[in-house]
């Protein structure tokens, strides 16, 4: 498995709570990504990175912010959490245009009560 | 605005059957398709991929097979097994574009014995 570590893995929090998920890599892989996973819509783009401080949004980015300070740490924070954000998130790395396997993690079950 | 679709949502197939699966885009800037396998409760994995200068691809038991004049691209699994069970996506990926893949909602296969 490639080197991708998401934390926590489980979590249930209340509604208007900020969250944050963190995704670390030990790949030294440019590209780190966020998506979450709902039945019925497949995979969804949230956030991604290009670089350290390189960040753009997905498709789904309402409600989402991003940071990533190092190569290997992408951050995934919940302003004020819904339910509607209730899902599985799972956080992917990419090494490049050469190099085109997205990598993803185990993911995590976040329920907003 | 779904770039990929994905049919049919759930495939039931008997044990040495062909499953097929289906994937129609319309953006011609696609080129790299990967096929995604997801056991429960674990992350998307690589299964196979091409791109659109080759019409088929063949790994062992799974091919994909690609048209490009019709934009579709489909993942045959022969001789299917009841360990093939799991959901599989479909992805393209935009030349130029940050390498962020684009998903299908997803196919559950379940491979009876």
């Known amino acids: 498995d490639a080197g991708i570590t998401q934390s926590p893995r489980h979590k249930v929090t209340e509604t208007g709570t900020p969250v944050t998920l963190r995704c670390h890599q030990t790949?030294?892989?440019?590209?780190m990504y966020w998506y979450r996973q709902d039945p019925g819509h497949g995979l969804r783009l949230i956030h991604y990175?290009?670089?350290?401080?390189?960040?753009d949004k997905g498709e789904v980015s309402d409600g989402y912010s991003v940071s990533r300070s190092k190569t290997e740490d992408f951050l995934l924070t919940l302003e004020s959490a819904t339910s509607s954000q209730t899902s599985v998130y799972f956080c992917?790395?990419?090494?490049?245009?050469?190099?085109?396997?997205?990598?993803f993690g185990q993911g995590t079950r976040l329920t907003v009560v | 605005q779904q770039q990929v679709k994905q049919s049919p949502q759930s495939l039931i197939v008997q044990k040495g059957g062909i499953s097929i699966i289906n994937c129609a885009y319309e953006?011609?800037?696609?080129?790299?398709f990967p096929w995604y396998q997801q056991f429960p409760g674990k992350g998307p994995a690589l299964l196979i991929a091409?791109?659109?200068?080759?019409s088929e691809k063949k790994e062992g038991r799974f091919t994909i097979s690609f048209n490009k004049s019709a934009k579709q691209f489909s993942l045959h699994i022969m001789d299917s097994q009841p360990g093939d069970s799991a959901t599989y996506f479909c992805a393209a990926r935009k030349k130029g574009g940050s390498e962020k893949l684009v998903f299908g909602k997803g196919t559950k296969l379940t491979v009876n014995p």
């Open positions: 953006n011609t800037a696609f080129d790299y």
């Open positions: 790949e030294n892989h440019r590209y």
């Open positions: 990175s290009y670089g350290v401080k390189d960040t």
């Open positions: 992917a790395i990419s090494a490049g245009p050469m190099n085109t396997e997205a990598f």
């Open positions: 091409i791109r659109p200068d080759v």
